[in-house]
């Protein structure tokens, strides 16, 4: 397996990186565990988590697992913070009082004594970029943080940290943390190039489209078992379309004619894309796992990627996987 550098920095991670937005919720911690250990064994080593995801709790397993197994040296731990975690007007956002306190409590429940990479969940739009960054170059200098990150941000949002990060000194964003997929490519207009000519890493979420890429869902309105659509509704309820399931049903067929599963080509196509360093694959099974790892040293063609751009085209979108952002205005055409 062919390891690859994380932005401009001197961190090498495998291809495929582990998303833990399912553990406890609703994958049991025994499996939970299973699949960190599993994934460890294959050669992943950057986990990435949330202090948001079930309040928490998949930072709790995290800790738990890593301190059984002794393998903390081997991961790079990648969390975030900006989403509540209280009832409190300070218990939130990117200020310098709730990311000071975020990340203590992340080292708690991790069980860590530093964050390899502490990520901005989305972006502040009422605080200044000043504070959110002095706030996590103090947390550098202090070596509870290694490196900084973002996600879900506008290309302009990451481009003005840079430059802040330039004139003042402060600590540099090394990698952003987007939605991609075939299904929504727009990163590729502006973001992609963005990250490419500042040396940042790209870390993309969703690389399935939550299963409608691997021909999971009839229709708009029925949602399969088990699935983000049915388990959470709401904004992953959204996410499900009429083109989305429709190219769906043209990509499994590209799959079966490869000899591949759809959700590995799905996550194989995201991972070969240009400036990407590591999808997330976010696996709900141990089975869910050991289907994907695979894809670590698979190639995609120039046939099957001129393939995939015909059902849709680069730099545009047949679903939203933007809509927990809000700063995304663009709608899509029904």
């Known amino acids: 397996m062919e390891y690859r550098l994380m932005g401009r920095t001197g961190v090498k991670i495998a291809p495929l990186a582990l998303g833990t937005d399912n553990f406890a919720n609703p994958t049991p911690e025994s499996e939970s565990v299973e699949i960190i250990h599993r994934a460890l064994d294959a050669g992943v080593n950057l986990i990435d988590t949330s202090n948001s995801y079930v309040k928490g709790e998949s930072e709790r397993i995290i800790g738990r697992a890593l301190s059984e197994n002794g393998r903390r040296d081997q991961v790079i ?167 989305g399931i429709a190219a769906g049903a043209k990509f499994v067929k590209l799959a079966q004619a490869s000899g591949i599963s759809p959700a590995q080509l799905a996550v194989l196509w995201v991972k070969d894309q240009i400036g990407i360093t590591a999808p997330l694959i976010g696996p709900r099974t141990l089975e869910h796992l050991e289907h994907l790892l695979p894809v670590l040293d698979m190639k995609l063609d120039d046939a099957m990627r001129a393939a995939c751009d015909d059902l849709v085209p680069p730099g545009s979108a047949i679903a939203n996987f933007h809509n927990s952002a809000p700063w995304m205005k663009m709608r899509l055409m029904s």
């Open 77 to 243: 731990i990648a969390t975030k913070a900006h989403y509540p975690t209280g009832p409190g007007p300070n218990d939130s956002g990117n200020s310098r009082l709730h990311l000071l306190k975020a990340c203590e409590d992340s080292l708690r429940r991790l069980q860590t004594d530093h964050i390899d990479l502490y990520q901005l969940h989305r972006p502040s739009f009422d605080i200044p970029i000043d504070e959110t960054l002095g706030a996590l170059t103090d947390l550098v200098r202090q070596g509870k943080v290694r490196y900084i990150g973002s996600s879900t941000a506008p290309a302009w949002k990451v481009m003005e940290a840079l430059l802040v990060s330039e004139l003042k000194g402060y600590a540099r964003l090394v990698s952003e943390q987007p939605p991609y997929n075939l299904l929504d490519r727009r990163i590729e207009n502006e973001l992609v190039p963005m990250c490419q000519a500042q040396g940042l890493g790209l870390l993309p979420w969703a690389p399935v489209a939550m299963g409608i890429l691997a021909g999971r869902y009839a229709d708009e309105k029925t949602y399969p078992s088990g699935s983000r659509a049915s388990l959470r509704g709401g904004i992953y309820a959204e996410r499900v379309t009429t083109a």
